[in-house]
């Protein structure tokens, strides 16, 4: 399935797309035939945290393994995703982009249940821009966001 050109035609429309993607009710089925489509077929999804004993771990997941391991909970229980702050570096067809993201199981959720930085690199092939990878680190109590990812 190709890309949509809306999707892919700017840093922001993909970073929309993204989010897009993962967001939704519970019981709605997510399009991930949309979400391989904002990743190079290599693309990757790191996901890093701290472990109950104190040390930081990783989990590198491609995206057919993101979507097989994180896409039951997501339709399950409902799971929307929001930029909050947004950082972004270029330099020609390489970007780096620090996206803060708030977490909610329903859109009516005051208040977030988690908060965090997605650290995305993206490629521009001259046509359309590819997500290249998508890395990221919760917030917890010892790990504050701080201020300068979280102003507009």
Known sequence: MPAQEKDVKSIDAILSALYDVISGPAGQQRNWDRMRTLFLPEGKLVATGIRPDGTTGKRVMSVEDYIGSSGPFLEKNGFFEAEVSRKTDQFGAVAHVFSTYESRKTLADE??????????????????????????????????????YLKK
Not at 116 to 139: A, T
């Open 111 to 148: 208040k977030p249940f988690m908060r965090g930085i997605n650290s995305i690199q993206l490629w521009h092939d001259g046509k359309r821009w590819w997500i290249l990878s998508v890395f990221w680190q919760p917030e917890t109590p010892q790990l504050p966001i701080p201020e300068q």
